[in-house]
Antibody, heavy 122, light 109 residues
Framework: EVQLVESGGGLVKPGGSLRLSCAAS????????MNWVRQAPGKGLEWVSS????????YYADSVKGRFTISRDNAKNSLYLQMSSLRVEDTAVYYC???????????????WGQGTLVTVSS | EIVLTQSPGTLSLSPGERATLSCRAS???????LAWYQQKPGQAPRLLIY???SRAAGIPDRFSGSGSGTDFTLTISRLEPEDFAVYSC??????????FGGGTKVEIK
């Protein structure tokens, strides 16, 4: 059974930092593009960041570029998102998602975690 | 950036009825690179359709996708109680810059 379990969410003040983790099991993690997708309260889904299976290709949405850093450890079947200079508008549930696609870019999301809530508020 | 507009915002139907959901793109989505997801309250999204019309593994055949260019449709032929949820479309034509529609809520009438 595929499992993606996110952790690390919580309440943080504007300008603060937070590191999200995602532990994967039940599929060949090292062969999949991994992604972070977020959903603000009552809003639609927003793609945040992607990292290719080998870690070679990394992409960010313009809204987080320069503030967020995605990384992965294939030996530990884990995905990470380091978030800094957080803003109120970054408040959302953050989902870890495994994607089908090419070796360079993701296409659509096959596997999803249950999400972790990040709240940015003073 | 391709903007996806979903309509209607909310669809009120009864079990057994047919649901037709629309996803319109601001520019042509090449190669029908469009996916649909279902999301229930408090749960993660689930992939239903990719390539505009291919069902994902384990998805019942009452779910079907169609369309091309800028207009795409998700059809649920006969609504089951477990189908009442929010449905979102997503394009991957401009990957890695992926965008989602705002969602359509299918609620019980």
């Amino acid at each position: 059974e595929v499992q993606l379990v996110e952790s690390g969410g919580g309440l943080v003040k504007p300008g603060g930092s937070l590191r999200l983790s995602c532990a994967a099991s039940g599929f060949t993690f090292q062969t999949f593009s991994m992604n972070w997708v977020r959903q603000a309260p009552g809003k639609g889904l927003e793609w945040v960041s992607s990292i290719s299976s080998s870690g070679t290709y990394i992409y960010y949405a313009d809204s987080v570029k320069g503030r967020f850093t995605i990384s992965r450890d294939n030996a530990k079947n884990s995905l990470y998102l380091q978030m800094s200079s957080l803003r109120v508008e970054d408040t959302a549930v953050y989902y870890c998602a495994g994607a089908a696609g090419t070796t360079m870019v993701p296409y659509y999301f096959l596997y999803w975690g249950q999400g972790t809530l990040v709240t940015v508020s003073s | 950036e391709i903007v996806l507009t979903q309509s209607p915002g909310t669809l009120s139907l009864s079990p057994g009825e047919r649901a037709t959901l629309s996803c319109r793109a601001s520019q042509s989505v090449r190669s029908n690179y469009l996916a649909w997801y279902q999301q229930k309250p408090g749960q993660a999204p689930r992939l239903l359709i990719y390539g505009a019309s291919s069902r994902a593994a384990g998805i019942p055949d009452r779910f079907s996708g169609s369309g091309s260019g800028t207009d795409f449709t998700l059809t649920i032929s006969r609504l089951e109680p477990e189908d009442f949820a929010v449905y979102s479309c997503q394009q991957y034509d401009t990957s890695p810059r992926l965008t989602f529609g705002g969602g359509t809520k299918v609620e019980i009438k």
